[in-house]
């Protein structure tokens, strides 16, 4: 009887050891892993590891194959030697406006307005909500350079109204029928804008706040189409690689507020799996301050953008002298200094970042006096200048003074380098589009491409940035090459920076542990490739929160 009991407690004993014995080597779980590759993180000390392992859509280990050898995992993906890079940001787009743009009458690349209106006779029967709309046209890529008249635009639609934006925003083309809905007339006045008048009649050609007089007759479009836009925008995003996107305003949506709650609702049933940062309207600011800053995993609503300027193309950039190929025209203010001092006030008091729209040097002088007013000297409040486009040289220093952030868009330099000394001067050129400048007064630069204005493609700003050239390799030798960026400054740009510029940096940016897994992967190093062709490179694949959701075909 003895000896049973003592071979019980034997094996009892081997099998108490056993459990142990597995407890030890149990691993730990991770959902993914990934291995083999040369993975990019972004990190402070631009770090390069090989291998990282993912769960609950974060990275929870990230350095060599062997240091991720320790989890178990469901699934184990060999990177075969491909290139990672956090998922690529743009810190200032139109997200919704670029979705809702894809039902329009595209018409960039016309070479003259009669080009414009065999188009718009072409699809004379893409009406939506009763309005032919199309955007893109750029007078300055027309033989005459001068802007068109709606004359013919009358005879071709006199009963249907016609909206033709112009490819940065700042101007549009309407016929007599839109004039006539949005109710102005020869006698209409607008201040922070130009309802453009000859021999007394209406050309048809509005600026800036004139054009928001039309946006304001257009009827909405329906909770279906929003969803459409925002689906599709999405879509072409992941295509490319970007991730997260900083919407620089959706005031003309017609109901901001109410699509960003759209926003939120499609992320939270994971419809909309990108992730956003939008930049809210002024006139909503008594919403939130009553209701406080959004923040989510996916979505962010706590700046304000104003329009202080207009763009350079259509001269309604403010400028401290005259354009140099327009005399005594000095471009305009959209706002009183008043009424924008008065909102910086009220972010500040809210606590919210405020992100002002900055072309001309005036305008861009304006600003930056006023921010330093209300969040001057060290601060972490993080308000930026977006486009930063003109700036006088005795200006630089107070992005250093007051921590300013420059949010700029590196294809624009090369898209308006053919005319913007035309505008400018020799002289006065020089600092415009000044990224390195701007970038080494800041420390911190965030870059973006401004789309539908420019293409959605990141890589096309990264080659202006870095080439300062356009896809034909012109200029030789790059425009202006002393403010090109190093590849180094461009990747984290579009990756760490325009997160920090958008509060974010915890979350996305770069390849950490703890970290969203949202990821890139590119068959040839963007840090090495041949600078030719870096805007011809395709993104393999796209994650976001360790989920694929853009995979390119073979």
Same mark, same amino acid.
């Given at each position: 009887?003895?000896?049973?009991?003592?071979?019980?407690?034997?094996?009892?004993?081997?099998?108490?050891?056993?459990?142990?014995?597995?407890?030890?080597?149990?691993?730990?779980?991770?959902?993914?892993?990934?291995?083999?590759?040369?993975?990019?993180?972004?990190?402070?000390?631009?770090?390069?590891?090989?291998?990282?392992?993912?769960? &609950? %859509?974060?990275?929870?280990? =990230?350095?060599? @194959? !062997?240091? $991720?050898?320790?989890?178990?995992?469901?699934?184990?993906?060999?990177?075969?030697?491909?290139?990672?890079?956090?998922?690529?940001?743009?810190?200032?787009?139109?997200?919704?406006?670029?979705?809702?743009?894809?039902?329009?009458?595209?018409?960039?690349?016309?070479?003259?307005?009669?080009?414009?209106?065999?188009?718009?006779?072409?699809?004379?029967?893409?009406?939506?909500?009763?309005?032919?709309?199309?955007?893109?046209?750029?007078?300055?890529?027309?033989?005459?350079?001068?802007?068109?008249?709606?004359?013919?635009?009358?005879?071709?639609?006199?009963?249907?109204?016609?909206?033709?934006?112009?490819?940065?925003?700042?101007?549009?083309?309407?016929?007599?029928?839109?004039?006539?809905?949005?109710?102005?007339?020869?006698?209409?006045?607008?201040?922070?804008?130009?309802?453009?008048?000859? &021999? %007394?009649?209406?050309?048809? =050609?509005?600026? @800036? !706040?004139? $054009?928001?007089?039309?946006?304001?007759?257009?009827?909405?479009?329906?909770?279906?189409?929003?969803?459409?836009?925002?689906?599709?925008?999405?879509?072409?995003?992941?295509?490319?690689?970007?991730?997260?996107?900083?919407?620089?305003?959706?005031?003309?949506?017609?109901?901001?507020?109410?699509?960003?709650?759209?926003?939120?609702?499609?992320?939270?049933?994971?419809?909309?799996?990108?992730?956003?940062?939008?930049?809210?309207?002024?006139?909503?600011?008594?919403?939130?301050?009553?209701?406080?800053?959004?923040?989510?995993?996916?979505?962010?609503?706590?700046?304000?953008?104003?329009?202080?300027?207009?763009?350079?193309?259509?001269?309604?950039?403010?400028?401290?002298?005259?354009?140099?190929?327009?005399?005594?025209?000095?471009?305009?203010?959209?706002?009183?200094?008043?009424?924008?001092?008065?909102?910086?006030?009220?972010?500040?008091?809210?606590?919210?970042?405020?992100?002002?729209?900055?072309?001309?040097?005036?305008?861009?002088?304006?600003?930056?006096?006023?921010?330093?007013?209300?969040?001057?000297?060290?601060?972490?409040?993080?308000?930026?200048?977006?486009?930063?486009?003109?700036?006088?040289?005795?200006?630089?220093?107070?992005?250093?003074?007051?921590?300013?952030?420059?949010?700029?868009?590196?294809?624009?330099?090369?898209?308006?380098?053919?005319?913007?000394?035309?505008?400018?001067?020799?002289?006065?050129?020089?600092?415009?589009?000044?990224?390195?400048?701007?970038?080494?007064?800041?420390?911190?630069?965030?870059?973006?491409?401004?789309?539908?204005?420019?293409?959605?493609?990141?890589?096309?700003?990264?080659?202006?940035?870095?080439?300062?050239?356009?896809?034909?390799?012109?200029?030789?030798?790059?425009?202006?090459?002393?403010?090109?960026?190093?590849?180094?400054?461009?990747?984290?740009?579009?990756?760490?920076?325009?997160?920090?510029?958008?509060?974010?940096?915890?979350?996305?940016?770069?390849?950490?542990?703890?970290?969203?897994?949202?990821?890139?992967?590119?068959?040839?190093?963007?840090?090495?490739?041949?600078?030719?062709?870096?805007?011809?490179?395709?993104?393999?694949?796209?994650?976001?929160?360790?989920?694929?959701?853009?995979?390119?075909?073979?």
């Amino acid at each position: 009887m003895y000896r049973i009991y003592q071979l019980f407690a034997l094996c009892l004993i081997c099998f108490i050891s056993a459990l142990a014995g597995c407890s030890t080597d149990t691993k730990p779980k991770a959902d993914a892993i990934y291995y083999n590759g040369v993975v990019y993180t972004l990190n402070n000390h631009f770090t390069k590891a090989t291998a990282f392992a993912v769960l &609950n %859509g974060a990275i929870i280990e =990230i350095g060599s @194959d !062997a240091s $991720v050898k320790k989890y178990e995992a469901t699934k184990r993906i060999d990177l075969n030697g491909k290139f990672v890079y956090p998922g690529l940001q743009d810190a200032h787009c139109h997200f919704y406006g670029y979705g809702s743009d894809l039902g329009k009458i595209w018409l960039l690349g016309t070479s003259s307005f009669d080009a414009i209106l065999d188009t718009l006779n072409a699809n004379r029967n893409a009406i939506r909500n009763g309005w032919i709309f199309g955007r893109g046209w750029d007078q300055n890529d027309w033989e005459i350079k001068s802007y068109p008249d709606k004359a013919k635009l009358d005879l071709l639609f006199p009963d249907t109204p016609v909206f033709l934006l112009r490819i940065d925003g700042h101007a549009a083309l309407v016929n007599q029928k839109a004039l006539d809905i949005a109710g102005i007339s020869p006698a209409t006045s607008i201040s922070g804008g130009i309802i453009e008048k000859k &021999n %007394g009649r209406l050309t048809g =050609i509005l600026l @800036d !706040a004139a $054009v928001d007089i039309v946006y304001k007759a257009i009827p909405p479009i329906s909770k279906e189409n929003q969803i459409q836009a925002l689906l599709q925008a999405q879509q072409d995003c992941f295509a490319v690689g970007l991730t997260s996107v900083t919407d620089a305003g959706i005031e003309n949506s017609g109901l901001p507020f109410s699509l960003i709650q759209l926003i939120d609702s499609l992320q939270k049933s994971d419809t909309l799996k990108m992730r956003l940062n939008v930049m809210a309207s002024p006139e909503e600011a008594a919403i939130y301050a009553k209701n406080g800053k959004i923040k989510t995993s996916s979505l962010s609503v706590q700046s304000f953008k104003l329009y202080a300027d207009g763009a350079l193309g259509s001269r309604g950039a403010c400028l401290l002298e005259p354009y140099s190929d327009q005399p005594g025209h000095y471009g305009f203010l959209i706002h009183t200094p008043e009424y924008l001092d008065s909102m910086a006030r009220v972010t500040a008091a809210m606590g919210f970042q405020l992100n002002t729209h900055c072309i001309g040097d005036s305008s861009h002088r304006l600003m930056l006096k006023i921010y330093e007013k209300y969040v001057g000297g060290v601060n972490d409040h993080r308000w930026r200048i977006e486009h930063a486009q003109v700036i006088h040289k005795d200006d630089i220093t107070r992005y250093t003074k007051n921590k300013i952030i420059p949010s700029v868009q590196p294809v624009h330099a090369t898209s308006d380098m053919y005319w913007a000394a035309d505008r400018l001067g020799a002289e006065r050129v020089k600092y415009a589009y000044a990224y390195q400048k701007l970038y080494k007064a800041a420390g911190v630069i965030a870059a973006g491409s401004d789309f539908p204005v420019e293409h959605i493609n990141p890589l096309f700003g990264y080659y202006a940035a870095i080439a300062r050239k356009d896809q034909k390799s012109f200029p030789e030798g790059g425009f202006q090459k002393e403010d090109a960026m190093t590849r180094e400054e461009a990747l984290r740009a579009m990756t760490i920076w325009a997160a920090y510029a958008g509060f974010s940096e915890n979350e996305t940016g770069s390849l950490e542990k703890g970290k969203m897994a949202d990821f890139v992967i590119f068959d040839e190093d963007l840090l090495t490739v041949d600078e030719s062709r870096i805007y011809q490179l395709k993104v393999n694949a796209t994650y976001v929160g360790g989920v694929k959701v853009y995979q390119r075909g073979k």
